[in-house]
């Protein structure tokens, strides 16, 4: 398995790129599924989870194909099953199951695997299916859903804010008989986006960005072209970098009003943080002050974010607490910070994070993706030499990322080793 060498201890400094939103194009891809058309797709990032979902799509029988980071998706689909083998290499490969019901009347999706936070059950997706008349059985690890006679429209109410659940929902009414209504759907600007690009398909969607979502069923989609949103998590994932190693960075493409949670934080931290024409501009200002933040759904602090965050606090000046409300179990990174010098007790969702001056190298191990980089982050931060081993989750989520990191400053390497 790859692993990172990483010489800390250079501030980082300036321009680096944003790529497209993962988040985004996952489920536009999977929309893909739903038209009867052609869907051109720009800016899909090339990461190991958008060729995991071009592999999945493939196995359905459509066409895609990729020239650079445009994908074209065409095609019917001949075959109904996502299978285990597929589907336990991402989550987000439940997102399969709206656009099959919808467009086929049946679907067969394996229970997922992905990313190991929390139980991360997917009952919110198929209780949302149900509200438009399929009908769901649990079998041999599988979900089988059929609606013979097509979807209906319905009203969906959503116990808890489920970012997929409401991506399976949007494409699935969106080819339903009548009128729906999503009620306390997630508002991420990966929901906008998707709602865009249906619409630009043929789609009636209105209400996207706010917790209640209108949609008027129509008998097809057809062709778009979509260009996929910038990733809001590396953005700030890169702002966060700034602000550790006492940097200066131009995010190029990112936006602003896609990460204000975070800006308000790295604000309270010292930080100065711009919007400018071409991104976001973040210095940072002597040692980060201490601030207390708390997970949230969209608008809130975003989750993805919080591992990055936990770093930055490590090296602040004061205590910070860190509770995370959107998945259980999302503190895997909290040992080996503690590796490297830092000072964090945790309790059920919340992590109390003394700061310390400074961090120490040390070799660490990767658990998942967003962990994974609050480890690069951590040890950017140190003075001496860190080995960050288990990078493949890395792959998942961030490309090109030491050759965005190197061209600021950084010096890391990737040890390439052949050994599962
Ligand atoms: C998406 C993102 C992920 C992000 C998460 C929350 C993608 C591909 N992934 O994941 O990076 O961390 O949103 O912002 O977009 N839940 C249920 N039942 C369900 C579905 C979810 O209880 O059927 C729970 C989850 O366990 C979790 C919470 O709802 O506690 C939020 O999960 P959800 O918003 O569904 O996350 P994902 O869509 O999987």
């Known amino acids: 398995m790859d692993s990172l060498r990483i010489h800390g201890g250079v501030p980082l400094t300036g321009r680096i790129t944003v790529s497209g939103a993962k988040n985004a194009a996952l489920p536009l891809m999977a929309a893909g599924l739903a038209t009867s058309g052609t869907l051109t797709l720009e800016n899909v990032p090339r990461l190991v989870d958008t060729a995991s979902m071009e592999a999945l799509l493939a196995n359905h029988g459509l066409d895609v194909v990729r020239d650079d980071l445009t994908l074209r998706i065409g095609g019917a689909a001949s075959n109904l099953d996502a299978p285990y083998d597929l589907v336990r290499k991402m989550r987000a490969s439940v997102l399969v199951l709206g656009p099959l019901l919808g467009r086929y009347g049946e679907a067969r999706v394996s229970l997922p695997g992905g990313c190991a936070i929390g139980t991360r059950p997917v009952d919110l997706h198929i209780r949302a299916m149900q509200a438009l008349g399929a009908v769901v059985e649990l079998a041999d690890g599988y979900i089988q859903a059929r609606a013979p006679g097509g979807l209906t429209g319905g009203r969906v109410v959503f116990p808890n804010v489920s970012v997929g659940a409401t991506e399976n929902a949007m494409i699935a009414a969106s080819l339903a008989k009548g009128t ?73 493409g990112a936006y602003q009003r896609h990460l204000d949670a975070l800006v308000d934080m790295l604000v309270e931290t010292g930080a100065s943080v711009d919007a400018v024409d071409d991104g976001l501009h973040v210095v940072a200002n002597g040692r980060p002050q201490s601030v207390d933040i708390t997970t949230d759904p969209f608008p809130g602090f975003p989750t993805d974010l919080q591992a990055q965050f936990m770093a930055l606090m490590c090296v602040a000046e004061g205590s910070s607490r860190i509770s995370e409300t959107v998945f259980e179990n999302r503190f895997m990174h909290v040992p080996e910070l503690a590796r490297m010098g830092a000072d964090i007790q945790v309790d059920g969702g919340i992590a109390l994070v003394r700061g310390q001056p400074s961090l120490t190298s040390a070799p660490v191990m990767a658990t998942d993706l967003r962990a994974s980089v609050s480890l690069v982050l951590a040890a950017l931060a140190t003075d001496g030499v860190s080995e960050v081993s288990r990078i493949y989750h890395l792959d998942r989520g961030y490309s090109d990322l030491e050759t965005k990191l190197g061209s600021c400053g950084a010096r890391l390497e990737r040890i390439r080793s052949g050994h599962d």
């Open 180 to 252: 729906s209504e999503l009620v306390n759907v997630a508002r991420e600007p990966e929901i906008v986006d998707l709602a865009v690009c249906l619409n630009a398909m043929g789609a009636r969607i209105t209400g996207h960005g706010s917790d209640t979502i209108r949609i008027e069923g129509v008998d097809s989609l057809g062709d778009a072209t979509h260009r996929v949103i910038p990733d809001r998590i590396e953005a700030g994932t890169w702002a966060i970098a700034a602000a550790i190693t006492g940097g200066d960075l131009l995010i190029e």
